[in-house]
């Protein structure tokens, strides 16, 4: 009992800290209009964003108002990007781990990747794809892969080459040849690098997905909410959405966190 | 020069001959099984699969795999805790289980790196007395290096000692203490007679003084 007080009694103390302070604040902005009381607040108190993100949840899935609708959209495009980033990731890790010239040739174009603003070109990238024909779930795919593939490039290439000297020289007397160097110590050895990697990238690949459905008139997906939201002052529904979006981000955490789990269970409680 | 007859360096003059063969050969053929500094095991595994790694890399049959595995580990005393994982072992253990770990190719040589050096003595002595009884059993060459005098006294048939930088043989010293030796055999004289001229050889002094 008295555990249990002393490991909630922090969160509880931070959550309604957080929201005193959110209430303050709502009470002051929202002042000259009457506070807490409109349906158009500049910033709406907890209460009615709870509300909102609670009635767009319990929308029937398929009314353009549902939340889960909007957030299975935007899920789809960013599970389909992890899992490009995901292949691309390895793969380009694995290349440059073992291929020295591409260590040098590839690691900046890879950062210089990073460092063009999503949102500039995303709209560039719907466009271009649009005019080849891709529509729909590519181009969002595409632009989360973008985003996401660097933690897991990143991650990957510092766990493969993390096996240290003797670890590589005990296979040298086995007289192992590459495959199993990579097989049996490189890639295991890289496995508590590559989940944190994951983790960031599972985040990224959520931001990209609604970044890429912002600018491009999307239909549906939280950031196609997002939009119509805040074009049209909707602030209740824009909050409602952020919420949303990062609910979709735990849920999306959670699954690598679950797989992380089953390794580690594997392995005998150590990863 | 463990790392040269291993293939892991190469010498920088003369040649090399390891049971008839080059050094590369003889790592070809895993005609040795070498015990590091550190146990070096793979975390992810446990100890069983830890032993059963070199089995898996020369590709035997699954049967044999276990069999084999069984039976080095029933050598080293570690058949208990074979499912456990090497984070879950002390180090003298986990050192045990790199031992059959380099049994496990059924060398015709065993090389030692100062496997022990990292232990605390009451562990080592342990050990020393556990190896001493493992070669007994095996009859197989050992080459183990070391920096404890006692622990090479108790240990060897032959030791060679190597100076420091340049690292040359100062003295070959026979080492006829018999075949049955417990830890006590530390306190006869000539136990005492033979770490003396060792010592005396480490330190630059001519041999047979």
Redesign the interface.
């Known amino acids: 009992m008295r555990e249990a007080v002393r490991r909630t009694l922090p969160v509880i103390v931070v959550v309604a800290a957080l929201l005193g302070v959110w209430y303050a604040a709502a009470i002051i902005v929202d002042a000259p209009q009457g506070a807490l009381a409109q349906l158009r607040p500049l910033l709406p108190a907890p209460q009615q964003v709870a509300l909102a993100l609670l009635s767009g949840i319990l929308q029937p899935p398929n009314s353009p108002r549902s939340l889960i609708y909007h957030a299975a959209v935007t899920a789809s495009s960013a599970a389909v990007g992890f899992a490009l980033a995901f292949a691309l990731g390895i793969g380009l890790a694995i290349a440059i781990v073992n291929v020295r010239a591409l260590d040098r040739s590839l690691m900046p174009w890879i950062i210089a990747s990073q460092t063009v603003p999503a949102l500039a070109v995303a709209p560039m990238v719907v466009v271009v794809l649009g005019n080849i024909g891709l529509t729909g779930l590519i181009p969002k795919a595409l632009i989360a892969a973008w985003l996401s593939f660097f933690p897991i490039v990143t991650s990957m290439v510092t766990g493969l080459r993390s096996p240290e000297r003797i670890q590589l020289d005990l296979l040298r007397t086995y007289s192992a040849g590459s495959w199993d160097v990579f097989a049996q110590l490189r890639w295991p050895a890289s496995m508590s690098f590559l989940f944190p990697g994951m983790k960031v990238a599972a985040t990224l690949a959520v931001v990209g997905a609604i970044v890429a459905e912002l600018p491009t008139g999307a239909q549906a997906g939280l950031g196609a909410r997002l939009l119509a939201a805040s074009y049209y002052g909707q602030t209740l529904q824009l909050w409602a959405a952020l919420v949303m979006a990062s609910l979709l981000a735990v849920v999306v955490v959670g699954v690598v966190d679950g797989a992380r789990g089953v390794l580690v269970r594997v392995r005998g409680g150590r990863l | 020069m463990l790392r040269a007859i291993?293939?892991?360096e190469r010498p920088t003059g003369g040649t090399l001959v390891v049971n008839g063969m080059t050094p590369e050969l003889a790592?070809?053929q895993?005609a040795?099984?070498?015990v590091?500094?550190?146990p070096?095991l793979?975390?992810?595994r446990?100890v069983e699969r830890n032993v059963m790694?070199?089995l898996?890399?020369?590709g035997l049959p699954r049967a044999e795999r276990r069999e084999r595995t069984q039976r080095n580990l029933q050598l080293v005393g570690l058949s208990d805790v074979a499912r456990?994982?090497p984070?879950?072992l002390s180090g003298g253990m986990q050192q045990r289980v790199s031992i059959a770990r380099a049994l496990s190719?059924e060398p015709s040589l065993l090389l030692m790196d100062e496997p022990f050096g990292a232990l605390d003595e009451i562990t080592r002595d342990g050990l020393n007395v556990h190896l001493h009884e493992l070669w007994r059993t095996t009859g197989m060459t050992t080459v183990f290096v070391t920096h404890s005098i006692p622990e090479a006294v108790y240990l060897s048939t032959r030791i060679v000692v190597i100076s420091p930088r340049p690292g040359r043989i100062v003295d070959v010293i026979d080492c006829d203490l018999g075949a049955e030796r417990p830890l006590e055999i530390r306190d006869t004289p000539a136990f005492a007679a033979i770490g003396s001229r060792v010592r005396h050889a480490l330190h630059g002094g001519t041999p047979h003084a």
């Open positions: 291993a293939d892991l790592r070809r895993r040795y099984g070498y590091f500094q550190a070096a793979y975390p992810w446990n790694l070199p898996e890399i020369m456990r994982f984070w879950q190719f």
